[in-house]
């Protein structure tokens, strides 16, 4: 399973756009990009998935460039309730195999 | 989007009694479920995964014999901690996943704490 690394946390205030980037070097061919939030004492919440480019929905922006080694999601307007932990993984598509494995996550939090 | 449910969402317990949890699929059939283990300030871990009507696949370091995971029907799992310890103490979380479907669903978690 290829491993992905993002930064730790980030901080940002109300109002400004997030991205969040993820580095997956080791990125199959199969491979799909997937961001979770997860809110404290809830149980992740699926957010965006996409295998190249630009991928848009009313929550979030995922762009991932031609290469697949890295990707990033961005938040337009975060509010104070996007405070949140925010989950990159890599999982393998159309192999049955849908084992999730979660990194740190990346602690963001949004100020006034 | 689809709908996992957890039962209990928290429950305390004495030291050496076993404790169910639940983890329902409420509007699509689960052909398989995930159960997580996450600790304070840490990130989720595997715990095991298991399809309907077939024995749970454990992840190294997980005693099968103290979590004994249940999926008799395509839309309840359930998890059973026996003789939990204090250490034990920790947030529960489900995922299901449906026939041909790629993406997982989280329940909302369940929160044990042992005395």
């Known amino acids: 399973l290829a491993k992905t690394t993002q930064p730790i946390s980030m901080d940002s205030y109300e109002g400004q756009e997030v991205n969040i980037t993820c580095s997956h070097n080791n990125i199959a061919t199969n491979d799909y990009i997937t961001w979770y939030q997860q809110f404290p004492s809830q149980g992740p919440r699926f957010i965006i998935q996409?295998?190249?480019t630009k991928v848009t929905n009313e929550v979030a922006s995922l762009f991932i460039p031609a290469d697949r080694k890295s990707s990033t999601l961005s938040l337009p307007r975060v509010s104070l309730s996007d405070t949140a932990v925010y989950y990159c993984l890599v999982v393998p598509m159309n192999t049955g195999f849908q084992k999730l494995v979660f990194g740190t996550g990346t602690r963001l939090l949004v100020s006034p | 989007g689809a709908v996992v449910s957890q039962h209990p969402s928290r429950v305390i317990c004495k030291s050496g009694t076993s404790v169910k949890i639940e983890c329902r699929s409420l509007?699509?059939?689960?052909?398989?479920m995930f159960w997580y283990r996450q600790f304070p300030k840490q990130s989720l871990m595997l715990m095991a995964t298991s399809n309907e009507g077939s024995k749970a696949t454990y992840e190294q370091g997980v005693e099968k014999d103290k979590f004994l995971i249940n999926h008799a029907s395509l839309t309840l799992s359930t998890l059973t901690v026996t003789s939990a310890h204090p250490e034990d103490s920790s947030f529960y979380i489900c995922?299901?996943?449906?026939?041909?479907?790629?993406?997982?669903?989280f329940g909302p978690g369940t929160r044990l704490l042992v005395l």
């Open positions: 509007d699509f059939q689960a052909t398989t």
């Open positions: 996409g295998y190249k």
């Open positions: 995922s299901a996943r449906g026939s041909g479907e790629e993406t997982q669903y």
